[in-house]
């Protein structure tokens, strides 16, 4: 995280607003309030009720509006902000930015994090002159260890994609891609996580019809997956390589691998990430 803070200290990102601050929203918010990251601030946020809002309430970095007390909430948080990110969910995309079109800075760049809505959509309802970006974060930007795409509009110029990276480095790494891409970059890194934790849920099972009990299995399953994870990291090896490391020649490790991958893991993947997508392009679609 220490490599991401310093990108983000390097220049203050501009006023921002957040439509929207529920699960993924609070993630980025958490990174934007995090120690070492400059914005002109206050940040200004929207809440659907007046208890959402109450958390923010004296906060100095943070202004919160509550929709269920000001009907025009959404528009005044978007007022003076140079960067708008959309929080909410993919249906009521259309809506909030039919919404604050007119209360939009000019020059403004509005990000939505929102699957299966195509930057298309969104610049239809803009008036010109406005950015817009896709991002596609991870729940794993909670902890500031997030994988974020990043695609540009037809809008949206470097300087715009740049501040939306800025932006994201505050939640972790950030990969640049073609809007193309977008809905791939959902299947491998937006969805990757819950594919960790089935593995990790039918680990503890299996774990469990061993014979251990479920604390025991938990911890076994999670600490593995954990330092795996990090050793990863910290090697720099390729995954292949650090699976052979482990893989002794007619060892114990070999005989379950050997289950694994007669099980075709490669196809299995190939099929799940092409469901993934094939959901994102409906959802495109209207379907």
Known sequence: MNETKHLAESDALPRTAMIGVGSMGGAILSGLRAPGVRIDGPITVTTRSVASAEPFSGAEDVIAFAAESDPEANRHAVRGARLVILGVKPWMIADVVREIADDLEPGAIVVSVAAGVPSSAIEELLPEGISVVRAMPNTPSHIGRGATGVAPGASAGPEAVDTVRRLFETVGIVLVVREEQINDVAAVSGSGPAYLFLYAEEMTAAAGRLGFDED???????????????????????????????????????????????????DLFDRALAANVRRSEELERGE
């Not at 720099?236 to 691998?257: F, W, Y």
């Open 216 to 266: 025991q299995a938990r911890l076994l399953v999670q600490q593995t997956i954990v330092g795996a994870a990090e050793l990863m990291q910290a090697s720099g090896e390729d995954p292949a390589q650090l699976r052979r490391n482990v893989t002794s020649p007619k060892g114990t490790t070999e005989q379950a691998i050997a289950v694994l991958q007669a099980a075709e893991w490669g």
